[in-house]
């Protein structure tokens, strides 16, 4: 069973900093895409960002400029960096991965989510 773990959520003011980790685990299992949605206080949840196994990125458009998707295939794990953060970019980020899970059978797996409160 794949496991998602992120970090590296928390409170920070306006034009702020953060960076985002999200580590798979769970034995040996195949990647495929993975990338971060947020839900916002009564919001519907919505993609921020992905990125494909070869890296293609695609960001929703009001982060596009500030956030930055990456990821590191041999430690399967995922990150976003977020810059110049605003108070709406308040919510709380969830992990998503494409995952074999190693057997036959691809699905998404999802993290328990992370805070993320832009505030002064």
């Known amino acids: 069973q794949v496991q998602l773990v992120e970090s590296g959520g928390g409170l920070v003011q306006p034009g702020g900093s953060l960076r985002l980790s999200c580590a798979a685990s769970g034995g040996i299992f195949s990647l495929n895409a993975m990338g971060w949605y947020r839900q916002g206080p009564g919001k519907q949840r919505e993609l921020v960002a992905g990125i494909t196994h070869e890296g293609s990125t695609n960001y929703v458009d009001s982060v596009k400029g500030r956030f930055t998707i990456s990821r590191d295939n041999a430690k399967k794990t995922v990150y976003l960096q977020m810059n110049t953060l605003k108070p709406e970019d308040t919510a709380v980020y969830y992990c998503?991965?494409?995952?074999?899970?190693?057997?036959?059978?691809?699905?998404?797996?999802w993290g328990q989510g992370t805070q993320v409160t832009v505030s002064s």
């Open positions: 998503f991965a494409e995952s074999d899970g190693g057997g036959p059978v691809w699905r998404e797996y």
